[in-house]
C-alpha cells in the first residue's frame, strides 16, 4: 500500500516507533508532544493524537500527567518455572528469589458462568475461590485465583486451601486426602490486556500485556479444580520442563524425532 493511501497517523507512528526500536529515542526520553507532533509531521491533530494513544497502548511510551510522554523503560525480564507445584495456587515460581511470600484469602461464593461451565456446576452451586498473590522480594510476581466446588471439599479436611492439616499441599494431594484421585492436568495460555485493578495488584500499567494461564485439575470426567494465573508479558517468561522417557533413544531408525518424542508419558512434566 503506497504512502498516499495509508492513514495519516500511520507516517507518524511508524515513524517513531521506529526511532523508539532503533535507540533513536532511548527509555527515559521524552516524546514529542501532540503540538509537537503537529508542527514536526504536517498533520492535525487527531493523527496526533491517535499516534501517541498507539505507542501507549503498545507499551512503548508512558504518559506522564503534567509533563508528556515518555518512551517505557523495559523491565528486566525474569523466567518463571514450571516445576513448583507446592506453591499453593500455581506451579510458577522463581528460582534463586530471597524471599518469596503468598498472600492469600479464600471465600464460599457463587461461581462466574465461565468457571461454573468448566467445572460443570449449575448457577446456584457455590464455590471456594481462593485468590493469592506471589511476592518475590516485595516485588508483585503473578495474581492467581482458584475455584473448587464446594460441595466436593464442603466437611473435610481440605474444605479451605489454606487451612487444616493439608495446608498448602496442593490440589493433588488434598484431593487424594479425601479419596478423590486428580488423573489429569490440562493449562491453556493466551494472552490479554491487564484491566486496573489487577494492574494495580501487579505494579505495571493498565492495557499492558499479561499471560493468563488457565488450569484445570480433572478427576475423571469431572473438573475438580479450575484457576486462572496471570503474569506480566513482559517482565517474565515461562518454562515449561517436559521429561523425556529413556525408551524413546531407542526407537527404531527412520521413525525420526517425532515418533521418539511420542514415547513420553502422557502427563509428563505436569504436577502429580
Not at 43 to 71: D, F, N
Request: net charge neutral; charged share 20%.
Amino acid at each position: 500500500m503506497g504512502a498516499g493511501t495509508d492513514p495519516v497517523y500511520l507516517r507518524v507512528l511508524e515513524d517513531l516507533r521506529a526511532q523508539i526500536r532503533d535507540g533513536v529515542l532511548e527509555p527515559g526520553a521524552r516524546v514529542p508532544s501532540r503540538n509537537g507532533i503537529i508542527a514536526r509531521y504536517g498533520v492535525g491533530e487527531t493523527a496526533a493524537k491517535h499516534a501517541l494513544q498507539v505507542l501507549a497502548a503498545e507499551g512503548l511510551i508512558e504518559a506522564r500527567p503534567g509533563s508528556g510522554s515518555y518512551v517505557r523503560r523495559a523491565p528486566a525480564v525474569s523466567r518463571l518455572e514450571h516445576d513448583r507445584p507446592h506453591f499453593p495456587g500455581s506451579p510458577f515460581g522463581l528460582v534463586g528469589t530471597a524471599v518469596m511470600a503468598w498472600e492469600h484469602q479464600t471465600e464460599r461464593v457463587r461461581p462466574p458462568r465461565p468457571v461454573a461451565r468448566r467445572l460443570g456446576l449449575a448457577e446456584n452451586h457455590l464455590v471456594n475461590r481462593t485468590r493469592y498473590l506471589l511476592t518475590a522480594d516485595g516485588s508483585p510476581v503473578q495474581l492467581a485465583t482458584s475455584y473448587e466446588p464446594a460441595e466436593v471439599t464442603s466437611g473435610t479436611a481440605v474444605a479451605f486451601p489454606e487451612e487444616g492439616p493439608f495446608a498448602g499441599r496442593g490440589v493433588v494431594e488434598r484431593m487424594r486426602a479425601i479419596g478423590v484421585t486428580v488423573d489429569q492436568l490440562t493449562e491453556d495460555v493466551s494472552a490479554r490486556p491487564c484491566p486496573s485493578v489487577e494492574a494495580e495488584a501487579l505494579d505495571i500499567p493498565a492495557g499492558a500485556p499479561v499471560l493468563v494461564v488457565t488450569r484445570e485439575h480433572r478427576a475423571g470426567q469431572r473438573a475438580v479444580e479450575t484457576s486462572e494465573i496471570v503474569i506480566s508479558a513482559d517482565r517474565f517468561t515461562l518454562r515449561y520442563r517436559i521429561p523425556v522417557a529413556q525408551a524413546a533413544q531407542s526407537a527404531p531408525a527412520g521413525e525420526g524425532p517425532l515418533a521418539a518424542t511420542a514415547a513420553a508419558p502422557a502427563g509428563a512434566g505436569l504436577p502429580g
